[in-house]
């Protein structure tokens, strides 16, 4: 008996179901991933489902050591980015726990609708509306990553706006010295000065250095974050800074300044994190200043 097999249907299905496996554990064990590493992780299992198509005469012991150990084992490294063999495994036991109840809900699915009809005409290359089966796939397929990816621009798109409102522009004086620079308006910048209980902002050490070549005095600033749970920082005092943002400005004097080691935009989009339970003593926009 002759079979005919639609190559680029089966990589396309089965690379589809890996995708919704890898993003639905993803959001179970909460890896640090990315969609290129998903999706990369997907089309191995799209890759190999093609290759046992072509061959159906593999070894049984073999095709099933591949499948259920070695092919699963490179997704998860592809995808997540994993080293350990414990989170190896754990997140090969995931995969197939993930499988088997999308597998349930498939199968309610396909004997309970008529989406098992549509499946057998496409896996058989039959025909709907006079169209093929397989056209059909692709144009809903791409129709919904269409859908998925202008959803993912107004999304990106609303954080960029979101994002620029908490930009501002600053001014740093120190002695004879001043530095204009961009700011954000940090909402979870929580350090203070432990003694005296006042807000303290951060800014990069190159900015720093620039600012406060000699400095009089140094204080030191507890901290904790994601991967550290106890830190200090070195921070200074400066005589005056100011905050202009959309046409309002304060003043604040002899601020802290907490100075960091790593910068805080990836992009190098602003230099320091204004803290915003600080916020000075208001003052006039300046002269020529426009309020947006």
């Known amino acids: 008996m002759v079979y005919t097999v639609y190559i680029d249907v089966v990589f396309a299905v089965n690379t589809m179901m890996d995708m919704a496996v890898l993003v639905i554990l993803n959001r179970v064990l909460a890896y640090r991933t990315t969609k290129g590493r998903l999706l990369a992780g997907a089309m191995i299992g799209g890759v190999w489902s093609c290759v046992v198509s072509i061959y159906p ?3 049984a012991a073999m095709t099933g050591f591949v499948t259920y150990v070695a092919v699963s084992s490179l997704m998860a490294v592809a995808a997540y980015g994993l080293k350990s063999v414990r989170e190896i495994v754990k997140s090969v036991a995931g995969i ?15 004997e309970h609708t008529r989406a098992g009809y549509y499946a057998a005409l496409l896996m058989n290359g039959g025909t709907i509306g006079g169209l093929s089966a397989k056209a059909c796939f692709f ?85 904790q974050s994601v991967g550290t749970a106890n830190g200090i920082l070195p921070a200074v005092f400066i005589d005056r800074m100011e905050v202009e943002q959309e046409g309002k ?27 915003k339970a600080d916020e000075g003593t208001s003052t006039e926009p300046k002269k020529g200043y426009i309020a947006g």
């Open 96 to 110: 197939y726990l993930v499988s088997v109840v999308i597998g349930g809900i498939m199968l309610v699915i396909y």
């Open 57 to 59: 005469g593999l070894p």
């Open 139 to 223: 144009m809903i397929a791409g129709a919904a990553a269409g859908c998925y990816g202008f959803s993912e621009g107004v999304k990106e798109l609303i954080s960029s706006m979101a994002h620029r409102k908490d930009l501002c522009t600053v001014t740093l004086k120190y002695g004879d010295r001043e530095e204009r620079i961009t700011g954000l308006i940090d909402t979870g910048n929580r350090l203070r000065e432990p003694v005296s209980g006042r807000p303290v902002h951060v800014v990069t050490e190159e900015l720093c250095k620039r600012l406060c070549p000699v400095v009089r005095g140094v204080v030191y600033v507890p901290y």
């Open 249 to 275: 400005s304060y003043c604040i004097a002899r601020p802290l300044l907490a100075i960091s080691k790593q910068p805080l935009s990836p992009s190098g989009e602003y230099q320091i994190l204004i803290q």
